[in-house]
């Protein structure tokens, strides 16, 4: 039988950027994946790379601003290494306040909108915006790419096939068991996103978070040049004239359906803040599932089943939190101290006893 000496449950970004990471460390690598590598999560997200101190949990502060600095050597090693052109744009975000929330703007330099983007002129008044120094990335691109950079480095994959449970042998994990077969290894790694909490034995308590949204065609591909966030809607530009529109936050189960009135609810924000969108046209719409977790913190490092790991529960952040998830989690696996300290994302805080 075939051996490998990690196994990665799960191919969205997380477990596509661990498993370039193990290769490189010299491990020989299979990702596991219930449907299609990068699909889900992956695939719905809307590719804003926030590090904002008073949007990120203050716990997740430290890996955010590491993971959103290492972003441009992680883009540009995976374009050269898969051919595929990522999209990372780096013109910041325009950031629009409430009343309420005004005065958190005392410590940024506040946005002068009719020079950095006059069409929001037209959307009427705003009480406050400040510019924040953020990228953004096209989340399908990502993915494509390093589904490829995977592929070219050797992981092996294994598609339509969902994980049931860690095997274990005398106390620790020695595989993994499918719906369709067994797979050995000694290191097993829970990338699952939202269906994590499905495999046995640990619990992992994650859960799906739904989150709808839409893509426009711009009037005018340069109509937008900065990622716009308001209390309603945000706004990310595609440097192809593409335009997303999102995202709710919705506890509706394992429901990926869009639902009219909710994209239409989007559009109509999106058209309050930039009129001309009237011109443009609607290109499509769709639901993903985040990974939400009950303290709002990614899940990370190994269980209490020696081998087997966790890597999970990012929520809106996955995508931002690649690099730096793959780096550290490639570290703990490998058994070295990570570089950032991991106390507040590990399994560990979570004690509910073995699944049933």
């Known amino acids: 039988m075939k051996t490998w000496d990690v196994i990665l449950v799960g191919g969205g970004i997380i477990?596509?950027?661990?498993?370039?990471?193990?290769?490189?460390?010299?491990?020989?690598?299979?990702?596991?994946?219930?449907?299609?590598?990068?699909?889900?999560?992956?695939y719905a997200a809307g590719g804003m790379l926030v590090?904002?101190?008073?949007?990120?949990?203050?716990?997740?502060?430290?890996?955010?601003?590491?993971?959103?600095?290492?972003?441009?050597?992680?883009v540009h090693e995976l374009e050269i290494e898969s051919g595929i052109k990522v999209d990372l744009r780096g013109n910041g975000t325009i950031l629009l306040l409430s009343d309420e929330h005004a005065h958190l703007a005392a410590n940024f330099p506040k946005a002068n909108l009719l020079k950095l983007e006059p069409v929001l002129a037209e959307g009427g008044s705003i009480a406050?915006?400040?510019?924040?120094?953020?990228?953004?990335?096209?989340?399908?691109?990502?993915?494509?790419?390093?589904?490829?950079?995977?592929?070219?480095?050797?992981?092996?994959?294994?598609?339509g096939d969902e994980a049931t449970a860690v095997h274990q042998s005398a106390g620790r994990a020695t595989g993994l068991?499918?719906?369709?077969?067994?797979?050995?290894?000694?290191?097993i790694v829970n990338c699952a996103g939202a269906w994590a909490g499905s495999i046995a034995p640990v619990p992992i308590p994650t859960?799906?978070?739904k989150g709808q949204m839409l893509c426009l065609i711009m009037p005018a591909r340069s109509l937008l040049r900065h990622v716009v966030r308001s209390p309603?809607?945000?706004?990310?530009?595609?440097?192809?004239?593409?335009?997303?529109?999102?995202?709710?936050?919705?506890?509706?189960?394992?429901?990926?359906?869009?639902?009219?009135?909710?994209?239409?609810?989007q559009y109509q924000a999106a058209l309050e803040l930039l009129p001309k969108l009237r011109d443009g046209k609607i290109l499509e719409d769709w639901a993903g599932l985040r990974p939400g977790t009950p303290d709002g913190l990614p899940i990370l490092g190994e269980t209490d089943v020696p081998?087997?790991?966790?890597?999970?529960?990012?929520?809106?952040?996955?995508?931002?939190?690649?690099?730096?998830?793959?780096?550290?989690?490639?570290?703990?696996?490998?058994?070295?101290?990570?570089?950032?300290?991991?106390?507040?994302?590990?399994?560990?805080?979570?004690?509910?006893?073995?699944?049933?």
């Open 15 to 42: 477990g596509l950027s661990l498993s370039i990471a193990l290769r490189k460390r010299g491990a020989s690598v299979l990702v596991v994946d219930r449907g299609e590598p990068g699909r889900e999560a992956s």
């Open 51 to 74: 590090d904002c101190p008073f949007e990120t949990p203050k716990a997740l502060q430290n890996l955010a601003s590491a993971s959103a600095r290492m972003y441009p050597e992680f």
């Open 128 to 159: 406050a915006a400040v510019y924040l120094a953020e990228r953004s990335v096209d989340p399908r691109a990502l993915t494509a790419a390093a589904v490829q950079t995977a592929k070219n480095r050797g992981v092996d994959f294994s598609s």
């Open 177 to 187: 068991k499918t719906v369709k077969t067994f797979f050995a290894a000694h290191k």
């Open 207 to 209: 859960r799906p978070v």
């Open 232 to 265: 309603k809607v945000y706004l990310i530009p595609r440097s192809d004239g593409r335009l997303l529109v999102g995202a709710t936050v919705e506890e509706a189960g394992f429901d990926k359906r869009t639902v009219p009135s909710m994209i239409q609810h």
């Open 307 to 356: 081998g087997y790991y966790v890597a999970t529960g990012h929520f809106r952040d996955g995508i931002l939190l690649s690099p730096i998830t793959a780096e550290v989690m490639a570290q703990v696996i490998s058994d070295e101290t990570p570089t950032l300290n991991l106390s507040a994302f590990s399994p560990e805080r979570f004690r509910l006893g073995p699944l049933r």
